[in-house]
């Protein structure tokens, strides 16, 4: 089976960086997504990522080591519409499904 | 242009009763899927069609039945509502149902039974 694991909830202050982890533990690897959903609206894609390393994207980087079944979301000059649930996901390989992991809600304040 | 949508957007109704959700997408994706996110936020996929041909099928009671008209339309009906069944429904697609294809999501349909 999938297992995923992130925090349930962090506060980071606006300007700041904020790291939010994620560690899984599958049957088979075919990349990790990190999906970014606001409260009351869809999860919207930020990152994918199947080879070991940093992925810069502006602001957000993401980071996986397929070794250590790890990966996190690096938000920088935090801003307070960075406000949001933050979900990793996994996909395992072939037709199998992406499993979602809970999500960490991340709070930003002034 | 909307990538996906889904309607309708809420959906409010009794117990016992049967409703639909319909969802298309415009951007020429064969692999369309049905998640389910519960009160505690939690993301779980119930269905998902690959060029109208059902290729996952997770442990979801029998009275929920997706239907795949052609490749842009997944619906899900659902027979006989139990409270249990209020949660957020999200339609979602990607361009294959192999490798690391992002899924692109609908607005969601919030389904409150009472």
Redesign the interface.
């Given at each position: 089976g999938q297992n995923i694991d992130q925090p349930t909830e962090m506060t980071a202050t606006e300007g700041a960086i904020v790291q939010i982890n994620c560690t899984y533990q599958t049957s088979g690897f075919n990349g990790l997504f990190w999906y970014q959903q606001h409260a009351g609206e869809a999860p919207t894609f930020l990152s994918y990522n199947v080879l070991d390393g940093l992925e810069e994207k502006g602001r957000f980087s993401s980071f996986l080591s397929r070794s250590k079944g790890y990966s996190y979301l690096l938000l920088k000059e935090l801003q307070m519409k960075d406000s949001a649930s933050y979900l990793c996901a996994v996909k395992p390989g072939g037709y199998q499904k992406v499993t979602f992991g809970t999500g960490t809600k991340l709070q930003v304040i002034p | 242009d909307t990538a996906v949508s889904q309607t309708p957007k809420y959906l409010v109704t009794q117990m016992g009763n049967d409703k639909s959700i319909k969802c298309e997408q415009n951007l020429g994706h064969d692999t369309m899927y049905w998640y389910k996110q519960d009160s505690?936020?939690?993301?779980?996929?119930m269905f998902?069609y690959?060029n109208k041909e059902l290729?996952?099928n997770?442990t979801v009671p029998n009275r929920f039945s997706p239907k795949s008209p052609d490749k842009a339309h997944l619906n899900l009906h659902i027979n006989s509502l139990e409270l249990g069944d209020s949660a957020v429904y999200?339609c979602a697609s990607s361009a294959t149902?192999?490798?690391?294809e992002?899924?692109?999501?609908?607005?969601?349909t919030r389904l409150l039974v009472l």
């Open positions: - | 505690k936020k939690f993301l779980k996929i998902s690959n290729i996952i997770e999200f149902s192999r490798g690391g992002t899924q692109y999501f609908g607005p969601g």
